[in-house]
């Protein structure tokens, strides 16, 4: 089956830096990649998702970035604000109906 | 609100004991998902169901369960509870071709 892989499992940055979290798959089958955010006691959120047909997607300060032969993708989050705290979880999946697997998540902590 | 509604929001039980944990998919949705988050951890895929059958496994234990019925809803059937099952018990849903996951808020077991 599909695994993930995730790095770092946290981070802290200044507000106004950039954070960068990346991960890698392992099946080459998977062609949708997903970042979902997490608050404390809340549900997951999505974010942001690319397809294997596009190497990157940018929507205002989060872009997603795809390299399909090396299979890892990361989420890039520019001018970081305090609101952006919170564990950020990549994930992957094939075609239609499959199950998505999760990474083990990255906390950011956005130092104000 | 992600249109999935998951009950109930808190249990507490004892070893030993059953629980049934149940969610309500966004309307239109014909799969439903099972995740498992402990303490700090990862999204844990545990089952997945897609109207009415059962579609893919993850890392369910023997001792868990589950089933979608006609009008798409899901439980969770989880039995001779352990302390190590206390976790938060996420079903989502999604529709389509998308991929995209719908997460309810969640069900926190805690076991004593």
């Known amino acids: 089956g599909e695994n993930v892989e995730q790095h770092p499992s946290t981070l802290s940055v200044q507000e106004g830096d950039s954070a960068v979290i990346k991960c890698t798959y392992s099946d080459s089958a998977s062609n949708y990649f997903p970042w979902y955010k997490q608050e404390l006691g809340k549900r997951p959120q999505l974010i942001i998702d690319i397809r294997s047909n596009v190497g990157e997607k940018k929507d205002q300060r989060i872009a997603v970035t795809l390299n399909k032969t090396a299979k890892h993708f990361s989420l890039h989050i520019t001018e970081t604000q305090p609101e952006d705290s919170a564990v950020y979880f990549c994930a992957a999946s094939g075609t239609g109906r499959r199950a998505l697997t999760f990474g083990s998540g990255t906390r950011l902590q956005v130092q104000p | 609100d992600s249109g999935v509604t998951q009950t109930p929001k808190h249990l507490i039980t004892a070893t030993g004991q059953r629980v049934t944990l149940r969610c309500s998919p966004r309307s239109g949705d014909l799969s439903v998902y099972w995740y498992q988050q402990s303490l700090d951890q990862g999204l844990q895929f545990l089952i997945q169901?897609?109207?009415?059958?059962?579609?893919a496994k993850g890392n369910i234990l023997e001792r868990f369960s589950a089933q979608q019925f006609p009008d798409l809803h899901s439980e969770l059937n989880l039995s001779s509870l352990e302390l190590g099952d206390s976790a938060l018990y996420f079903c989502?849903?999604?529709?389509?071709?998308?991929?995209?996951?719908?997460f309810g808020e969640g069900s926190r077991l805690t076991v004593l």
């Open positions: 169901y897609y109207n009415g059958e059962e579609r």
């Open positions: 989502a849903s999604s529709g389509g071709l998308t991929g995209e996951l719908f």
